[in-house]
């Protein structure tokens, strides 16, 4: 990223603000979608609030993002407040107003929620909503409740006055559309109603304490059709655990995160980013979040995976997995059989399938992947999510001698061998390059040599 005059600041006041997982959102999406802004994460204390705005604005700064401890106090330093975080009684970005010399409040945690729910597609209009805690998170919960015309929110918490409060606030604004009810926690059981969508919103169950949860009792959750648990670390938490081992849906809050910071940058830089790049930005925040330790091979049919693979994984003492070899493995038929009864679409869908089996399960293991399967787009994604992929790069003329005396190749099977070798690398090479975190030419042939590259880049990819 090359900063230059017309460069803008943005960034992230809070403090701490040390761990903060935004800059790889908002930086991702500025190269992605080529706009020249950086966001900078900057530690202001409680003190220093107040001339922190005053000389953000001098500064020219566009835009900010407000963590702990300043998004109830940031509400004294704007010029207007979006109605939404009036109400939640809290502002995590500032949008810069030129014409009124200061910034704008809106919490987008709300927003982002609200539009991972509805991609996700839990809808509750209608519906009775279960929040367990009643902190600023539980707020924000309560309102998206509000805006979503729930019938019924029960507010739980160990503190029961916090949630009288929420319920008293936002009893005045929901015209009767949705009723607020607030319990102490251990009263879920006056709860009388079944399919119920439960917001996990209390500290409870975050890393390293990842064994606890406020509610243990499979009488509740055998009443839970979907629970979301604002934790998104560990990814999945011993609520979402319980909400699934009685047959509800669970789901962490990682795209609230996500799209907390997609909304705040929407509004800094009034633009609409596009899916592709949110999805993109997407894998490379789970990959910050949940790192996993699998090397991925990709490259054309003759690149070296299957050979220079096994060695890569024996040098490392990791396990070695040729899909391929497991889509024969699991399906029963030969890879030519499947081209020839069911087409080449029919196996890429195999491939996704199979990839997310490889997400969930594979750790400490080199992959040596098809050479086609990076091709679809959501492949690629899931490849970057299962390690760090590296892609074994050969020229033609080398392929071609590898593998011209191979007949298990059902797309050699042509007139001109060679010029269709030729054909396919000009076609997928940018789309390897694009997939992997490094680029590892096999031409020279040298195992030991082709390996240590391996082993260096493997180890030290994003
Ligand atoms: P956030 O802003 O992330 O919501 P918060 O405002 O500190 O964080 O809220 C934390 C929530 O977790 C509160 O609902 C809190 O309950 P209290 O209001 O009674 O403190 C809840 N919580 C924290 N520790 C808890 C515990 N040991 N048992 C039950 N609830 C707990």
Same mark, same amino acid.
């Given at each position: 990223?090359?900063?230059? $005059?017309?460069?803008r600041?943005?960034g992230?006041?809070?403090?701490?603000v040390e761990?903060?997982?935004?800059?790889?959102?908002?930086n @991702?999406?500025?190269?992605?979608?080529?706009?020249?802004s950086v966001?900078?994460?900057?530690?202001v204390?409680?003190?220093?609030?107040?001339? *922190?705005?005053?000389?953000? =604005?001098?500064?020219?700064?566009?835009?900010?993002?407000?963590?702990?401890?300043?998004?109830?106090?940031?509400?004294?330093q704007?010029v207007?407040?979006?109605?939404a *975080?009036?109400?939640? $009684?809290?502002?995590?970005?500032?949008?810069?107003?030129?014409?009124?010399?200061?910034?704008?409040?809106?919490?987008?945690?709300m927003?982002?929620?609200?539009?991972?729910?509805i991609?996700?597609?839990?809808?509750?209009?209608?519906?009775?909503?279960?929040?367990?805690?009643?902190?600023?998170?539980?707020k924000?919960v309560?309102y998206?409740?509000?805006? /979503?015309e729930?019938?019924?929110v029960?507010?739980?918490?160990?503190?029961i /006055?916090?949630?009288?409060?929420?319920?008293?606030?936002?009893?005045?604004?929901?015209?009767?559309?949705?009723?607020?009810?607030p319990?102490?926690?251990?009263?879920?059981?006056?709860?009388?109603? /079944?399919?119920?969508?439960? %917001?996990?919103?209390?500290?409870?169950?975050?890393?390293?304490?990842?064994? +606890?949860?406020?509610?243990?009792?499979?009488?509740?959750?055998?009443?839970?059709?979907? @629970?979301?648990d604002?934790?998104?670390?560990?990814?999945?938490?011993? %609520?979402?655990?319980?909400?699934?081992?009685?047959?509800?849906k669970?789901?962490?809050?990682l795209k609230?995160?996500?799209?907390?910071a997609v909304?705040?940058y929407?509004?800094?830089h009034?633009?609409?980013?596009?899916?592709?790049?949110?999805?993109?930005? =997407?894998v490379?925040?789970k990959?910050?979040?949940?790192?996993?330790?699998?090397?991925?091979l990709?490259?054309?049919?003759?690149?070296?995976?299957?050979?220079?693979?096994?060695?890569?994984?024996?040098?490392?003492g990791?396990?070695?997995?040729?899909?391929?070899?497991?889509?024969?493995?699991?399906?029963?038929?030969s890879?030519?059989?499947?081209f020839?009864?069911? @087409?080449? /679409?029919?196996?890429r869908k195999?491939?996704?399938?199979?990839?997310? +089996? %490889?997400?969930?399960?594979?750790?400490?293991?080199?992959?040596?992947?098809?050479?086609?399967?990076?091709?679809r787009?959501?492949?690629?994604?899931?490849?970057?999510?299962?390690?760090?992929?590296?892609?074994?790069?050969?020229?033609?003329?080398?392929?071609?001698?590898?593998?011209?005396?191979?007949?298990?190749?059902?797309?050699?099977?042509?007139?001109?061998?060679?010029?269709?070798?030729?054909?396919?690398?000009?076609?997928?090479?940018?789309?390897?390059?694009?997939?992997?975190?490094?680029?590892?030419?096999?031409?020279?042939?040298?195992?030991?040599w082709?390996?240590?590259?391996?082993?260096?880049? $493997?180890?030290?990819?994003?």
């Amino acid at each position: 990223m090359e900063i230059q $005059g017309n460069t803008r600041l943005i960034g992230l006041i809070g403090n701490p603000v040390e761990h903060t997982l935004s800059p790889v959102i908002h930086n @991702g999406i500025s190269k992605a979608v080529g706009i020249d802004s950086v966001y900078m994460p900057m530690k202001v204390t409680e003190q220093g609030l107040s001339k *922190a705005i005053d000389g953000a =604005y001098e500064l020219n700064i566009l835009g900010l993002n407000v963590t702990v401890p300043h998004k109830n106090a940031v509400m004294n330093q704007l010029v207007e407040i979006d109605d939404a *975080a009036l109400a939640i $009684g809290a502002v995590n970005t500032l949008v810069r107003l030129e014409e009124k010399h200061g910034y704008k409040g809106y919490n987008t945690d709300m927003l982002g929620l609200r539009r991972q729910i509805i991609e996700d597609g839990i809808v509750l209009k209608n519906q009775v909503v279960v929040i367990l805690g009643a902190g600023g998170a539980a707020k924000a919960v309560a309102y998206m409740c509000l805006l /979503e015309e729930a019938k019924k929110v029960y507010i739980l918490n160990r503190t029961i /006055e916090k949630a009288q409060d929420i319920a008293d606030t936002l009893d005045k604004k929901s015209d009767n559309n949705t009723e607020f009810i607030p319990l102490p926690l251990s009263d879920y059981t006056h709860i009388e109603e /079944e399919n119920l969508i439960v %917001f996990q919103s209390t500290s409870i169950g975050l890393a390293p304490h990842t064994d +606890e949860v406020v509610i243990e009792d499979a009488a509740f959750y055998k009443k839970v059709v979907v @629970g979301v648990d604002l934790i998104y670390n560990p990814a999945n938490t011993k %609520f979402m655990q319980l909400v699934e081992q009685y047959g509800g849906k669970a789901y962490n809050a990682l795209k609230m995160l996500l799209y907390q910071a997609v909304i705040a940058y929407e509004l800094w830089h009034d633009i609409k980013i596009p899916q592709d790049v949110i999805d993109d930005i =997407y894998v490379a925040l789970k990959r910050k979040v949940y790192p996993k330790k699998n090397i991925v091979l990709v490259g054309y049919m003759g690149s070296g995976k299957t050979t220079f693979g096994t060695a890569l994984a024996k040098e490392l003492g990791m396990e070695f997995v040729d899909a391929d070899a497991y889509i024969v493995s699991k399906t029963g038929k030969s890879i030519p059989d499947i081209f020839a009864q069911d @087409g080449e /679409e029919a196996f890429r869908k195999i491939e996704t399938d199979i990839l997310k +089996e %490889f997400n969930e399960t594979l750790s400490d293991t080199v992959l040596a992947t098809g050479g086609g399967m990076p091709l679809r787009k959501e492949n690629a994604r899931l490849l970057k999510e299962i390690g760090t992929v590296l892609y074994l790069m050969a020229s033609p003329k080398e392929i071609y001698d590898r593998v011209k005396g191979d007949t298990n190749r059902p797309l050699l099977q042509c007139e001109n061998p060679y010029q269709k070798i030729c054909d396919m690398i000009k076609q997928r090479h940018p789309i390897y390059s694009q997939c992997a975190d490094e680029i590892v030419d096999t031409n020279c042939n040298d195992l030991q040599w082709i390996v240590s590259v391996m082993k260096e880049k $493997g180890m030290n990819g994003e």
